[in-house]
């Protein structure tokens, strides 16, 4: 509960924050709120460095609307949002499009929601890298093919990628999976129609060879780069390595990973359809030690709603991606409560190494959790437009209960 003052300040009283200290915590705000978090504990509000909201061209997917919404029930206050648009966001012109019309959206629903923009790389528009430098968290990559029409299959337009974003201090976020081998290997499987084929036909040699050549094109060109949503014990492995060797490169994770296996297409079926794919335990297991040890930097969602109808469709005919923003924090809550994770690891994964890497403006933004409360993820409390979730029925225990977000508080 909280009762209103007079003071244009917000105070929270008797929260404890991740080291179980009792504070009192005070954030700027337009109006004065004195909030009881007794048995709460406070968290610096998460960035999701990775979502698709779908704006512009799949609006009836999600939009900055709805996501705002999703992302605020999650205790999200900032998101990094990707290209893959339609059209694709390649240019300085096309971004300051979907700013001005993601803007609006945000305005119309009253949530003033943090955020940053990718550039989607285009071997027709290398000279809009410089152009749009002031714009953007980063440029995307496509190796493999995926949602939309972004790819670059030609490692040396990826170098010459690499080279420009080095003279201009541009972080370089790659999708490692070849394109070449997955369609090579597609032909093995073909006819194939169970959902769990997904995973044979993107096999791991296709990420574990694009990333070689990340890595090796990066070393040369000394840009930094992020690597996307890992999913193999290979790809931690072979970035641990590079770490060794000076590279200035990052590795990002995702909660489908962590808490997926390839063992649940048997129950979510082409739900558990994305790029790339669910792997096996034992990888998963290697990215649980990845996390924790500090090789893996990020999680980030890969929040990529689709219409529960469309995936519904048969293998071959429904798109890949699962929404993942909503119960991104309430899983790695249960996570801690299962002894899997610290609540320091938490914040390091999800809010301050993020903000380092994408040299984001540091803010006062922060999330108050109850560690103890115990609940279902249920679609009647989802927020995204899709309206599903591929952990629907789920208990978990650890949930946000209220995000406060530039002195404004949103109850989940």
């Given at each position: 509960?909280?009762?209103?003052?007079?003071?244009?300040?917000?105070?929270?009283?008797?929260?404890?924050?991740?080291?179980?200290?009792?504070?009192?915590?005070?954030?700027?705000?337009?109006?004065?709120?004195?909030?009881?978090?007794?048995?709460?504990?406070?968290?610096?509000?998460?960035?999701?460095?990775?979502?698709?909201?779908?704006?512009?061209?799949?609006?009836?997917?999600?939009?900055?609307?709805?996501?705002?919404?999703?992302?605020?029930?999650?205790?999200?206050?900032?998101?990094?949002?990707?290209?893959?648009?339609?059209?694709?966001?390649?240019?300085?012109?096309?971004?300051?499009?979907?700013?001005?019309?993601?803007?609006?959206?945000?305005?119309?629903?009253?949530?003033?929601?943090?955020?940053?923009?990718?550039?989607?790389?285009?071997?027709?528009?290398?000279?809009?890298?410089?152009?749009?430098?002031?714009?953007?968290?980063?440029?995307?990559?496509?190796?493999?093919?995926?949602?939309?029409?972004?790819?670059?299959?030609?490692?040396?337009?990826?170098?010459?990628?690499?080279?420009?974003?080095?003279?201009?201090?541009?972080?370089?976020?790659?999708?490692?999976?070849?394109?070449?081998?997955?369609?090579?290997?597609?032909?093995?499987?073909?006819?194939?129609?169970?959902?769990?084929?997904?995973?044979?036909?993107?096999?791991?040699?296709?990420?574990?060879?694009?990333?070689?050549?990340?890595?090796?094109?990066?070393?040369?060109?000394?840009n930094r780069l992020y690597i996307l949503h890992a999913?193999?014990?290979?790809?931690?492995?072979?970035?641990?390595?590079?770490?060794?060797?000076?590279?200035?490169?990052?590795?990002?994770?995702?909660?489908?990973?962590?808490?997926?296996?390839?063992?649940?297409?048997?129950?979510?079926?082409?739900?558990?359809?994305?790029?790339?794919?669910?792997?096996?335990?034992?990888?998963?297991?290697?990215?649980?030690?990845?996390?924790?040890?500090?090789?893996?930097?990020?999680?980030?969602?890969?929040?990529?709603?689709?219409?529960?109808?469309?995936?519904?469709?048969?293998?071959g005919q429904a798109p890949s991606g699962v929404p993942?923003?909503?119960?991104?924090?309430?899983?790695?809550?249960?996570?801690?409560?299962?002894?899997?994770?610290?609540?320091?690891?938490?914040?390091?994964?999800?809010?301050?190494?993020?903000?380092?890497?994408?040299?984001?403006?540091?803010?006062?933004?922060?999330?108050?959790?109850?560690?103890?409360?115990?609940?279902?993820?249920?679609?009647?409390?989802?927020?995204?437009?899709?309206?599903?979730?591929?952990?629907?029925?789920?208990?978990?225990?650890?949930?946000?209960?209220?995000?406060?977000?530039?002195?404004?508080?949103?109850?989940?």
């Amino acid at each position: 509960m909280f009762q209103i003052n007079d003071h244009r300040m917000l105070l929270i009283k008797n929260v404890k924050n991740i080291k179980g200290e009792t504070i009192t915590h005070q954030v700027g705000s337009s109006r004065d709120e004195i909030l009881d978090a007794r048995g709460l504990t406070m968290l610096p509000a998460l960035i999701d460095p990775h979502v698709h909201f779908r704006t512009p061209g799949h609006e009836y997917k999600e939009d900055w609307q709805s996501g705002a919404r999703a992302a605020i029930a999650g205790g999200v206050t900032t998101v990094l949002d990707m290209p893959n648009n339609d059209p694709s966001t390649v240019t300085k012109k096309l971004l300051e499009k979907k700013k001005s019309i993601i803007d609006s959206q945000l305005k119309q629903v009253n949530i003033p929601l943090r955020y940053g923009l990718y550039l989607g790389a285009d071997k027709n528009h290398l000279s809009e890298i410089k152009k749009a430098k002031s714009d953007i968290v980063a440029i995307k990559v496509f190796l493999g093919s995926s949602t939309g029409s972004l790819l670059i299959e030609d490692y040396n337009i990826f170098e010459k990628i690499c080279e420009e974003a080095a003279k201009n201090d541009i972080l370089v976020a790659v999708h490692a999976e070849d394109e070449k081998l997955l369609r090579e290997n597609a032909k093995n499987f073909a006819g194939q129609k169970e959902p769990r084929v997904h995973s044979k036909i993107r096999f791991r040699e296709a990420a574990i060879y694009a990333l070689k050549k990340a890595l090796d094109i990066s070393k040369r060109a000394g840009n930094r780069l992020y690597i996307l949503h890992a999913g193999t014990k290979e790809e931690v492995e072979m970035v641990r390595e590079a770490k060794t060797q000076g590279l200035r490169v990052f590795l990002e994770t995702t909660p489908h990973h962590l808490f997926l296996t390839e063992n649940d297409y048997a129950t979510l079926h082409t739900k558990a359809q994305m790029n790339p794919p669910l792997r096996t335990k034992t990888d998963q297991v290697a990215l649980w030690k990845g996390l924790n040890d500090g090789i893996i930097d990020t999680i980030g969602t890969d929040h990529a709603p689709h219409t529960e109808n469309e995936k519904k469709l048969p293998y071959g005919q429904a798109p890949s991606g699962v929404p993942g923003i909503e119960t991104y924090l309430p899983l790695l809550l249960d996570a801690y409560n299962k002894n899997l994770i610290t609540l320091e690891n938490i914040v390091r994964l999800t809010s301050s190494t993020v903000a380092k890497i994408f040299e984001l403006e540091p803010n006062d933004d922060i999330v108050l959790v109850n560690l103890k409360k115990t609940k279902k993820v249920l679609r009647q409390n989802l927020k995204s437009k899709s309206g599903w979730s591929p952990f629907e029925g789920r208990a978990l225990r650890g949930w946000p209960v209220c995000t406060i977000l530039k002195g404004k508080i949103y109850y989940a």
